[in-house]
């Protein structure tokens, strides 16, 4: 049966920190795994080979991390060690400390979650590996590049996260949006048997809250619609963009960006949303086509003036854009004078307010997008008669005039 003790090697210089191995005995043989972790002296107990945790000190939660990350390499180690035993087969310290390495090399949290993110981008799943990526920062960020296995992402680093991410300021949502991408990948790895389910997310919120309604009413958009921009070609578009995206339900930029002049067809607009695949019909207006006339036809097989350079990182493109005029957005709600932050999104939410306003069944439109779930609206949305929601566009539109 094998050894695996924990051990410690002080610096040769005074008051320099020391370095933690591991010591390996299998079969009379001695071997040492180097470790990174570095403590001073003080912070040792040679007899009961364990870290001391110094009290109200700089260095105490660095300590106890490292105290935890030590116990869970010991977990790991001997667990090695047991199960090679059980196989009945000849091995030695060596093989314990190449299976541990390669364990820590190929099935740490943040190469396991890069190997995902490769996978959704090979699967065209770019905007969800956008997520992924900006969930890894985050956890990056607050771990300070420092990598983890999944036997150490337990409930107390979930739980210190979230602690970490409130302290910040950060939205519910977005902690929750965070977590349950985590909590997503650590179950792809209990699938894969890399680690056994200990629910560590058991203790934070996943849900989500019910944000502040980011609408303008009918009168607000009219000012939007009325003004003289000609002087400003930049507002002018960020205006035209939006008024579109209101004329159209609400549709979502990215929608808007890749539609195809194809698409267009028969004085109907008929595309799949990007975001959840549902296929949307939505009849095409004299409005839209009064936007669309004000602008050189696209020289692409896409309708509007977004993407303009077909196959050279259109998503970039279509990002830039959005950025843009989002930001001048935000100078047309100076103008207009209302303080909500105006996005394009905001056309989603604003179209969902007036359908509200002019009473139209949630068959048509789930309250201002006001549901807890997605889901819910795309139910109401999916059994509607076209011609219905045609009309009731139509009555919204008309209350602009």
């Known amino acids: 049966m094998s050894s695996v003790k924990v051990k410690f090697r002080p610096s040769s210089i005074a008051g320099i920190e020391g370095t933690v191995y591991y010591q390996i005995i299998h079969a009379r043989k001695t071997r040492q795994l180097a470790t990174e972790y570095k403590i001073f002296p003080s912070e040792w107990n040679e007899r009961r080979c364990t870290l001391l945790v110094p009290q109200n000190s700089h260095r105490t939660s660095f300590v106890q991390s490292i105290r935890e990350r030590i116990r869970w390499d010991m977990v790991r180690l001997n667990k090695i060690a047991i199960r090679l035993e059980s196989q009945c087969i000849s091995y030695s310290a060596d093989d314990i400390i190449l299976e541990f390495m390669t364990y820590a090399r190929k099935y740490s949290l943040f190469n396991f979650m890069e190997s995902l993110i490769v996978a959704l981008k090979e699967k065209g799943k770019i905007r969800t590996s956008e997520t992924y ?8 960020k607050y771990r300070n590049n420092e990598d983890m296995t999944f036997d150490a992402f337990t409930s107390d680093v979930v739980e210190y996260y979230e602690a970490s991410l409130q302290k910040q300021g950060i939205s519910p949502n977005t902690t929750s949006f965070y977590m349950r991408i985590l909590r997503a990948v650590y179950n792809r790895a209990v699938e894969k048997d890399i680690v056994e389910q ?11 809250d019910k944000t502040v309604k980011r609408a303008l009413a009918i009168p607000a958009i009219k000012k939007i619609k009325i003004l003289d921009l000609s002087f400003n070609p930049t507002l002018d578009f960020a205006r035209d963009m939006f008024m579109l995206s209101f004329y159209m339900r609400g549709m979502s930029f990215i929608d808007m960006a890749y539609l195809r002049k194809s698409d267009l067809e028969n004085g109907y607009v008929t595309y799949r949303r990007r975001k959840t695949g549902q296929s949307l019909i939505i009849k095409w207006t004299r409005e839209m086509q009064l936007i669309l006339d004000k602008y050189p036809e696209n020289m692409t097989c896409y309708l509007l003036p977004i993407i303009t350079s077909p196959g050279t990182n259109e998503r970039y493109a279509y990002k830039r854009v959005a950025y843009k005029i989002n930001h001048h957005l935000k100078k047309l709600a100076e103008i207009i004078g209302v303080s909500i932050p105006l996005t394009m999104y905001c056309a989603r939410h604003s179209w969902a307010s007036a359908a509200k306003a002019k009473g ?5 439109i789930s309250e201002g997008m006001g549901h807890d779930s997605e889901a819910t609206t795309q139910i109401y949305l999916a059994s509607l008669d076209t011609t219905a929601v045609d009309k009731a566009n139509a009555a919204i539109i008309k209350a602009l005039k």
């Open 360 to 364: 139209i069944p949630l068959g048509v």
């Open 133 to 140: 990526r900006a969930a890894l920062n985050s956890f990056k």
């Open 198 to 208: 200990q629910n560590p997310f058991r203790h934070v919120y996943t849900g989500i």
